[in-house]
């Protein structure tokens, strides 16, 4: 029997992880463990003290901040053959544990990494290009997404909202790189990438399904939008250094200087997403690569 862990990072979202908890008691199968990774600077006792009947809950509270390092932290803290990761704000569908066990017990054992569908009312920002499944990302930098499809197969990258892994080779390969900062942009791209150079394969698949409710606050979205620019051309640029792109980088500096433009023209941000753009680019060229 394949035993799971599954680990939910939060930041400043105490009360609407209580309500993931609470649809997690709806699976089809309850032999499995939860670790929440709170980076919360308060305390909040219902989700200290939350309980199941059959799940094993375990609750962590760390003080730095950062996507990857709590998944990381998760991961440490778990002794689930398989590492499901799903975001703080989603309803689980209830079949999502038992449909990553069935994928794991059935595949290839090359296949370290499963990435699930990721439904999102009013917004098609997990359906980027139709020709795909999974995540896959352009030689400029740019990533490319379809995580609503029906259909399944092999992909570079799965989304950090819902995938599992091996934990074995989670560990293996070190986890998350924690300089994929801010909003930890292409962290999910970066694991892939390493799960890839390292021997392994991702697939995509629908049977592991969520609703990503995008919650406004708290979590990745902290920051000001002006300032996310800087988190996203750090860790593109990052990104480049890190997987052999050299050559593509300045390519990669017009994408991300389009990007800006282009949302300052939609009022998405201010006139300072520019500065934090080059700002971010140049950190990005001077950070020491990570492994």
């Not at 799971?4 to 105490?14: A, E, G, V």
């Not at 799903?86 to 990494?113: E, G, R």
């Not at 924690?178 to 890839?196: P, Q, S």
């Not at 890190?242 to 994408?255: Q, S, V």
Request: with cysteine.
């Amino acid at each position: 029997m394949i035993s799971i862990s599954l680990i939910i990072p939060t930041y400043l979202r105490q009360n609407i992880v209580l309500n993931t908890l609470k649809e997690l008691g709806n699976q089809s199968v309850q032999q499995f463990e939860v670790t929440v990774v709170d980076q919360s600077p308060t305390y909040n006792s219902n989700l200290i003290q939350y309980k199941y009947d059959e799940i094993e809950y375990k609750y962590i509270q760390i003080e730095e901040i950062g996507l990857p390092n709590a998944r990381n932290v998760g991961a440490k803290n778990s002794k689930g053959d398989i590492l499901i990761f799903i975001d703080d704000d989603c309803i689980p569908d209830n079949n999502l544990v038992q449909s990553y066990i069935s994928l794991f017990s059935s595949a290839d054992p090359d296949t370290w990494c499963f990435g699930g569908k990721v439904n999102e009312k009013n917004s098609d920002i997990f359906m980027e290009d139709a020709s795909i499944v999974g995540g896959w990302i352009t030689w400029y930098g740019k990533t490319l997404k379809n995580f609503v499809s029906d259909e399944s197969g092999d992909c570079e990258w799965a989304c950090c909202g819902n995938f599992a892994v091996k934990r074995f080779k989670f560990l293996d390969i070190g986890g998350f790189d924690k300089n994929f900062i801010g909003n930890a942009m292409l962290e999910d791209g970066d694991f892939g990438y390493t799960i890839r150079e390292n021997g392994g394969k991702i697939w995509y698949s629908p049977m592991p399904a969520i609703e990503h409710l995008r919650i406004p606050t708290g979590g990745t979205r902290s920051d000001s939008a002006s300032k996310g620019m800087y988190f996203r051309a750090h860790n593109t640029v990052y990104f480049m250094r890190k997987h052999g792109m050299i050559k593509n980088m300045i390519p990669g500096l017009f994408y991300l200087n389009g990007v800006a433009l282009k949302d300052l023209l939609r009022k998405k941000h201010g006139i300072t997403a520019i500065f934090w753009c080059w700002y971010g680019f140049l950190k990005g060229l001077t950070i020491t690569l990570s492994r």
